[in-house]
């Protein structure tokens, strides 16, 4: 076990659907179970903060953006998992339809924004489903990972920036991060994250994983599926570029 990264807390921002509870349950091993901070959704994280209980621990991971690393660390090290956009949005989509809607005994405009879309996964096909988030929520759901990269996920946030207006500032995150790894290569970028902090090099258990989609989609929803999502497959060319650099040995 470990008791910190270079004296400082590890922030895991598990970015939903690129395979982040894998390697949760990894680098939980990492830990005492006591440094570990017990939340993993936005508002479990809120709830310890409005108690005073947030900061102390030596671990934190979860689905929260970057403005809760920057709460409890003025320099924060952060790692986190990109995914290709478009394969990223259908495994939402299918994962929400294969489960109830959570979160039914907690309130607020996130939780709210989640159930709306797990039930219209079940309401709806992929395509519709795609529409639906579209007209409701706007780009920012296709382009989540830019978006939790720079505003976060506080829904009160006053920074009102269109996702195509946070793509600099997100490209300047991942050169700030301690680590980015990639879902398509995940056993290559769990070894990569390994040697990067000194950890001895297994694999590690694949879990809450589905197999690759076989949908086809028309050529006109997955132009219109691209372009929805093309900031965030900016973000992720670029880290994707950044990586490669790094090792190019590396087949991403």
């Not at 894998?22 to 830990?31: C, G, N, P, V, W």
């Not at 039914?104 to 709306?116: A, F, K, T, Y």
């Not at 997100?170 to 680590?179: G, M, V």
Request: proline letters at 7%; one cysteine or more; charged letters at 20%.
């Amino acid at each position: 076990m470990i008791a910190n990264v270079a004296g400082k807390p590890l922030f895991f921002m598990h970015i939903p659907r690129t395979g982040g509870i894998s390697l949760m349950q990894y680098l939980d091993q990492k830990f005492p179970p006591t440094a570990i901070c017990p939340a993993h959704e936005m508002f479990e994280f809120e709830q310890l903060k409005q108690q005073d209980k947030l900061a102390g621990y030596s671990f934190y991971r979860g689905h929260y953006g970057i403005d809760l690393p920057r709460l409890v660390d003025p320099s924060p090290s952060v790692i986190t998992f990109l995914r290709r956009p478009i394969a990223r949005v259908f495994s939402t989509w299918r994962h929400l339809r294969s489960h109830a809607v959570p979160f039914q005994h907690e309130s607020g405009r996130l939780v709210r924004r989640i159930q709306d879309m797990a039930v219209a996964a079940h309401s709806f096909d992929f395509e519709a489903f795609c529409q639906f988030a579209m007209e409701h929520h706007g780009p920012w759901f296709f382009n989540s990972m830019t978006v939790l990269c720079t505003q976060g996920r506080n829904p009160a946030s006053t920074d009102t920036r269109e996702p195509h207006e946070l793509l600099e500032d997100a490209k300047r995150l991942t050169d700030e991060l301690s680590f980015v790894g990639f879902t398509e290569t995940f056993d290559q970028s769990v070894a990569r994250l390994q040697r990067r902090f000194g950890w001895l090099p297994e694999t590690i258990a694949h879990a809450n994983a589905a197999p690759p989609s076989e949908q086809p989609l028309s050529g006109k929803f997955h132009s219109w599926l691209a372009d929805a999502t093309a900031v965030d497959d900016q973000l992720y060319e670029y880290a994707l570029k950044k990586f490669r650099g790094h090792n190019s040995s590396a087949n991403p």
